[in-house]
């Protein structure tokens, strides 16, 4: 397991890296009741930056350091120094992941419950529960942090050749 640590950092910053802009909710208009008749698309995606924004932009940013520190401790044949960087990064980036998932599904469901109680008043019938929906971007970037993780802590924590470990 611990030759493979470097491709499972590298196939985690990578996964994470391209989870960013991947769709992380999905807004389909279709089931919601239109009050004002609105050109547009029926089905909206939408990227984790425009849900998270600097949270996701730290992602990013920790999800290539993972990357970066990778390539250049094998490059340098010094691995075993990038375990601190990389955890830390790993650390940084899953924390702002949870939290902007976390924040996104607070605000949604609190929407949700004015959006609810609005259209009972008025007395339409369509209901928003199911209209905003998570989409996979967000879960892919919590699992190529997971796999970075993995693949950070069977790291050698000293300088040992990688092929004695194997």
Known sequence: MKRYSTILMMVGGSLTSISCFLPWAKYDRTLTPRLVENPGPDVIFVSGFNIGGLFVLI?????????????????????????????????????????????????????????????????????????????????SAAIGFIVALFGAWKIPKSDVSMDNNG
């Open 59 to 139: 992602v990013l940013l920790s999800a290539l350091v993972i990357l970066g520190v990778s390539i250049f401790m094998l490059h340098k044949n010094t691995l075993w120094k990038s375990r601190t960087p990389i955890l830390i990064s790993i650390g940084i980036g899953l924390f702002c992941v949870m939290l902007t998932l976390f924040l996104f599904t607070q605000a949604l469901n609190s929407s949700k419950q004015k959006m609810s109680s609005t259209l009972e008043s008025t007395g339409l019938e369509k209901s928003f529960e199911n209209a905003i929906r998570l989409q996979f971007g967000g879960f």
